[in-house]
């Protein structure tokens, strides 16, 4: 069992928890960027975090496959299904949209979890419960490793790891912008 202590100590350990002046996926600006790919370094940590993901889970969530947003998604959400002994998929962008590829399904009625690494606005979470729906699919609940906080795109129950309450700003109100500090833009949407 881990704690939200011990779950912050594995993030600053691998480094993940960075400062500076970051351009998020949602578009909105911090001043702190959490590389979950740094995690994913340590394969054995990522399993650690996902089995404790998996216990924290309520028994009603009881999901028949996890789903996982390319890019940022893939290792935790595999990692996730693997506790759970369910099957894995992943949705990617296509003509910037969210989208199943490689003959990838989700059966009417099936109860999907959807895994993510870090939510901020939950923008790429809503998309993958739509693509979800879409397909007659039931979204059963969201898990996170991390939550930045702030209100999210979607509804699904919502189940992070580890809360990290990061200030963000909209481009035009941000102060780094207003210093001409460079803007690093570390996420994997454009990809």
């Not at 993030?11 to 996926?25: K, M, N, P, S």
């Not at 940590?45 to 996890?66: I, Q």
């Not at 989208?99 to 993510?116: I, N, S």
């Amino acid at each position: 069992m881990l704690t939200d202590t011990d779950i912050r100590g594995i993030l600053e350990e691998t480094d993940a928890i960075r400062r500076g002046h970051f351009q998020l996926t949602s578009g909105r600006h911090s001043d702190t960027y959490v590389q979950c790919a740094r995690v994913c370094e340590y394969p054995a940590v990522v399993s650690k975090l996902a089995t404790e993901a998996v216990r924290r889970l309520p028994a009603e969530v009881a999901p028949d496959l996890v789903i996982a947003p390319a890019v940022g998604g893939l290792v935790f959400g595999f990692a996730v299904a693997q506790a759970l002994d369910v099957r894995f998929i992943f949705t990617e962008r296509e003509g910037g949209a969210m989208t199943l590829r490689r003959a990838f399904e989700v059966a009417p009625g099936t109860r999907a979890l959807v895994v993510e690494d870090v939510v901020t606005t939950g923008g790429s979470v809503a998309e993958v419960c739509a693509v979800v729906e879409a397909c007659g699919g039931e979204v059963c609940g969201v898990v996170a490793l991390i939550d930045r906080g702030g209100e999210r795109a979607f509804d699904a129950p919502f189940y992070p790891l580890l809360t990290l309450e990061a200030a963000s700003w909209e481009p035009d109100e941000c102060r780094f912008c207003a210093d001409a500090m460079p803007l690093t833009s570390p996420g994997s949407r454009r990809l």
